[in-house]
């Protein structure tokens, strides 16, 4: 078993997946050190409130990453990517690749890499999957004992804006009789603190996390249900996909099968008891996001065409 007594490092702890790991963490005993760029943050804070030891740092600061590593147990590993359009590609992979030296350089017991559920054997042609592809390659060559997860479509990506449901509609990758999986934020640190909880049973794995498997029919039910009255789904239309080059490979790498998910559920659940369908998620911790998008306009905003 693992050493609870040490802290885990965690990167992008004010964001969704840093913040699911730090709150699964801190409930199942860890104590947490977070790397923020800005200890003074309305979400540093919420941390620090919570527990958290906050160091103040960016991604390029390797001092400060390797101090903050020193004595630590773990370190769960995860990065921007470009579609946010902070970091470029070749950023991804620099900071993913010297994390994962720094926390083998420190003697860091435990890495915790999160890649993406559409990374496999092949390229994607996507240059945040690919990128996330040759951190992982990197981290296989290293001595430390790691496992990566590859985290499905999450749920969170439905509700925001500009997929339609302001106007009584869903359009999304799958067509209505295609499914894939789809994970719920809250999740990936109950995923990941269960795999801390066990470095002997989870070194050296890779594998993929989701907690849904959904059609496109089954998205139109559920949200209509949750909704109180008809939203309609459908793919996005060819002209969207024709005038949008990035929507238009993600639908491809669904048709193609990367996208869809080969996650095990059954296994998945035997780590994580508590994971979500999207019925459960829709009913409760995605609830409020839902309302919201039936009441909100815009677009969402990516510029990695
Ligand atoms: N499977 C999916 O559906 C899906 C969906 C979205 C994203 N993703 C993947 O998830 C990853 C992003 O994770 P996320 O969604 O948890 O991110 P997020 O919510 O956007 O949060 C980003 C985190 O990174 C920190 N950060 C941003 N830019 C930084 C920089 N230049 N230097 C240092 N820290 C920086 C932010 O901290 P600050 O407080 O300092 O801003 C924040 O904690 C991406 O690689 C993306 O491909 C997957």
């Known amino acids: 078993m693992s050493d609870i007594k040490k802290p885990i490092l965690v990167f992008g702890a004010t964001g969704q997946q840093g913040g699911s790991v730090t709150t699964a963490l801190l409930k199942t005993g860890w104590s947490v050190r977070a790397i923020v760029r800005d200890t003074g943050s309305a979400k540093s804070v919420a941390l620090r409130d919570a527990g958290v030891e906050l160091v103040q740092g960016t991604l390029a600061d390797t001092t400060t990453i390797q101090r903050a590593m ?9 990065q921007p990517s470009s579609p946010g359009g902070e970091l470029s590609d070749e950023d991804e992979v620099r ?6 030296d720094l926390a083998n350089d420190t003697g860091v017991e435990h890495l915790i890499y999160s890649s993406g559920g559409a990374v496999g054997d092949k390229p994607t042609g996507m240059g945040h999957f690919d990128s ?17 997860v590859r985290p499905a479509t999450f749920m969170e990506m439905l509700v ?6 302001e106007e009584g ?4 990758f799958a067509k ?9 934020v809250e999740d990936i640190g109950k995923f990941v603190a269960a795999i801390f909880a066990d470095r002997a049973r989870f070194a050296g794995k890779t594998f993929e996390i989701a907690s849904d498997t959904v059609t496109g029919r089954d998205m139109e039910t559920l949200f209509t249900k949750a909704a109180g009255r008809p939203i309609t789904y459908s793919r996005f239309s060819d002209a969207v996909l024709a005038a949008n080059p990035f929507l238009d490979r993600l639908t491809a790498l669904l048709d193609q099968g990367p996208l869809a998910g080969h996650a095990d559920l059954n296994a998945l659940r035997k780590i994580n008891p508590e994971m979500q369908s999207f ?11 839902f309302e919201q998008a039936l009441g909100t306009g815009g677009a969402w905003q990516y510029n990695n065409a």
């Open 132 to 148: 996330k592809a040759q951190i992982e390659a990197h981290i296989r060559t290293l001595p430390i004992a790691s496992t990566i």
């Open 279 to 289: 019925a459960t998620w829709l009913a409760g911790s995605g609830r409020t996001s």
């Open 160 to 165: 925001l804006p500009g997929f339609g449901l």
């Open 70 to 78: 020193e004595s630590t147990h773990g370190v769960f590993s995860v």
């Open 176 to 184: 209505p009789d295609q499914s894939m999986q789809l994970l719920a």
């Open 169 to 172: 509609r869903l359009n999304f």
């Open 95 to 100: 900071y993913g690749i010297s994390i994962a």
